[in-house]
């Protein structure tokens, strides 16, 4: 956190500096009788007050446009608090204006800049807020898990795909799908037996978990087969986490016999569900029979 801030930071920290230099270069240090300390406890408190804003959002927001309105509109509330505490301190020659305007000018355009991020930061709270309530409401429907992975099942994939469609269409982000299927599982099955089958496709799905980001969705599409669902994903990165999937699939070298994955992805584009998922079982149909071909072909 403190590093993705360090650049306002030091910003912070030198404007305030350039502000305490200049105070007393221009102006020269009042009598102590003549300083009202009641004005000093109350703009020294809205100083205080403006500093927190500052630093709760610099150590509560990700990097990124809405943070950078809220904390320059902070820092400018800052700046100008700091120069009005040091006024009760100093006295600035009468012809001289810039310490007046650089004490009331950056109080109002601060202002603003904090009220664009503000309408900014409501707008993002409310599709976080849409997108948690929806996920929630998933996740705690246990009906949707399957009993043997502990995954979720078809009808789960079907709601969430349709929703994620909708919510990356709003917002131009990009989805990608991959499915993957083992290769030759009934064959693996009628030799090891369904228990060995059963074992292998808890281990499996435990391992695609733990590859998987914390946003993606992985569900047990049917069988042998499996959908992940990448959120802002493009096709590329999806090709990638493709290739990392089939490499992982080492670890699961089972005394039995090695088992292979076909897999395949594709960017969600503005599809139906239906759609996305019937071109993926075609999809994954075409790389299956491609890869037994090549198997089947003499050297
Ligand atoms: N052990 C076990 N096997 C399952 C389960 N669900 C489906 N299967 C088996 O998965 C196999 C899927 O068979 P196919 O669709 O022909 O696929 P495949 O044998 O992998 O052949 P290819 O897809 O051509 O590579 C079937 O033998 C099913 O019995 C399960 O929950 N446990």
Not at 129 to 150: A, I, K
Not at 251 to 270: A, P
Request: net charge negative; charged share 20%.
């Amino acid at each position: 956190m403190w590093r993705q801030h360090r650049y306002k930071i030091a910003l912070t920290l030198l404007l305030l500096q350039a502000a305490l230099v200049l105070a007393f270069q221009l102006g020269e240090v009042k009598p102590w009788a003549s300083i009202d300390w009641l004005d000093i406890l109350g703009e020294g408190i809205v100083l205080l007050v403006a500093l927190c804003w500052l630093t709760l959002i610099v150590t509560s927001r990700p990097a990124g446009h809405i943070t950078e309105w809220l904390y320059y509109g902070s820092l400018l509330l800052v700046c100008s608090f700091t120069l009005d505490l040091l006024d009760e301190f100093l006295r600035y020659p009468a012809h001289l204006r810039t310490m007046s305007w650089l004490e009331s000018l950056p109080a109002p355009l601060g202002m603003l800049a904090l009220t664009y991020g503000l309408v900014g930061w409501h707008r993002e709270q409310r599709i976080i807020n849409r997108q948690l309530q929806g996920r929630e409401l998933f996740l705690r429907d246990h009906r949707l898990l399957d009993p043997l992975t502990q995954l979720y099942g078809l009808d789960y994939l079907y709601a969430v795909l349709k929703r994620e469609i909708e919510l990356h269409r709003e917002q131009q982000q990009p989805l990608s799908l991959l499915m993957l299927g083992i290769d030759q599982f009934s064959a693996f099955n009628r030799q090891h037996g369904m228990a060995a089958g059963d074992q292998y496709l808890v281990q499996l799905a435990e391992l695609l978990s733990s590859q998987l980001r914390s946003s993606d969705v992985l569900c047990r599409y049917a069988g042998d087969r499996f959908v992940v669902l990448l959120v802002n994903t493009r096709q590329r990165e999806a090709d990638i986490m493709a290739q990392h999937l089939q490499q992982q699939l080492t670890l699961l070298d089972s005394s039995e016999q090695q088992l292979s994955l076909s897999i395949t992805s594709q960017q969600v584009n503005h599809a139906e569900a239906a759609t996305v998922l019937a071109r993926a079982e075609q999809q994954l149909l075409a790389v299956k029979r491609k890869s037994q071909a090549y198997q089947l072909q003499p050297d």
